[in-house]
């Protein structure tokens, strides 16, 4: 479970051309009183849903923008709260107070970074500053997920993605295949994400990990995965906009999904209405395709908003890479056994 939080609503210094985010009306800064009841019903809702931790994700826009001494602030607001903090960024603004404020509060950075400098600005900006932030990151030790937006600039490139990622120290990596109204090259996605499979299975098993394959071979061995995309129902992962209004998901920012403002009702209200709950189910709502399909147990139908008329934009190319991790299962135990082995 995971409320997003807006803190500067859309505000961003990168103006990416593919970014879902940037056209929302601005609801300009979160106020104090906004922060605390953020604060004060997501920690009695996670409650309510069984869990004992709270972690406050402040994302944009640009959430950096609103400077270090509003972070400082938004920290000390926390005392006595049980809780971890993460950060979505795109790097610009990172530098060594940053880096030190982050390290000294145990946030998880996640940063946004498409490869080197020619694919990275196909569509984003400012590589240098982006990969001057990650490097910092490093270097400070600070946790950090590597972002990688997906789209037909760069999807025909994955080893050279990969060797540059790992090259500048990044652990753990997370693709993001962009679905918008153009057609997504969803058979060069499976191939994309066979090639990055092949090269991290036979060269970084253990000490990559790259999230999809992760989530796969959670469901494989029968456990939850942790992302609601391969998840049955939708509904935990609302949007908090910085003038309090909450929204059913983060691509679900627009009037139709708006559940209310927390300043009128809570946050654990809004998640258990009518609304929110048929949100969530609506996610199951899957094609005949899919019902038939011997991966939907993995699949789930994919994310609602990659579906046009119930079908999944990026349904051949997770058929392509799930059947691949499947038929590697074996191999995939064994080195995880030869592993373990070697634990002292
Ligand atoms: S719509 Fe997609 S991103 Fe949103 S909660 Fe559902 S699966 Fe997750
Ligand atoms: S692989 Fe395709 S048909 Fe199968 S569950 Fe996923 S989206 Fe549905």
Request: proline share 4%.
């Amino acid at each position: 479970m995971q409320i997003i939080l807006k803190p500067n609503s859309s505000t961003c210094n990168n103006n990416c051309d593919y970014c879902f985010y940037k056209n929302k009306p601005n609801r300009g800064i979160i106020d104090e009183k906004t922060l605390l009841a953020y604060y004060q019903q997501s920690v009695i809702a996670h409650k309510f849903f069984g869990f004992s931790t709270v972690n406050f994700s402040f994302q944009g826009g640009e959430p950096t923008l609103l400077g270090l001494d509003f972070f400082k602030r938004a920290i000390k607001l926390q005392k006595n709260i049980n809780c971890t903090n993460s950060l979505q960024t795109n790097g610009i603004l990172l530098n060594e107070e940053w880096c030190k404020f982050l390290k000294s509060n145990n946030f998880l950075v996640g940063i946004s970074i498409d490869g080197p400098k020619e694919l990275h600005e196909k569509h984003r900006k400012n590589f240098e500053q982006t990969i001057k932030g990650l490097r910092l990151l490093h270097k400070h030790k600070i946790p950090f997920n590597a972002l990688v937006c997906l789209h037909e600039d760069n999807i025909n490139n994955p080893i050279q993605i990969y060797d540059f990622l790992v090259k500048n120290n990044v652990v753990y990596i997370q693709f993001i295949p962009i679905v918008n109204e153009n057609p997504f090259p969803s058979v060069e996605y499976g191939n994309f994400m066979i090639e990055i499979f092949n090269k991290w299975f036979s060269r970084d098993f253990g000490k990559i990990f790259i999230h999809d394959f992760e989530q796969c071979l959670q469901i494989i061995i029968g456990k939850s995965p942790t992302q609601c995309i391969y998840r049955n129902y939708c509904g935990h992962n609302p949007v908090l906009e910085a003038n309090g209004d909450l929204y059913s998901c983060d691509h679900f920012v627009t009037d139709d999904y708006k559940l209310g403002n927390i300043h009128k009702e809570s946050i654990l209200e809004l998640l258990n209405s009518p609304k929110q709950i048929a949100f969530g189910k609506a996610k199951a709502n899957v094609s005949s395709n899919c019902k038939s399909c011997k991966l939907f147990y993995i699949c789930k139908g994919g994310c609602p908003k990659n579906r046009k008329n119930k079908l999944n934009c990026l349904c051949e190319g997770n058929k392509i890479f799930i059947e691949y991790i499947l038929s590697n299962f074996n191999k995939i135990i064994e080195k995880i056994s030869i592993h373990s082995s070697l634990l002292p």
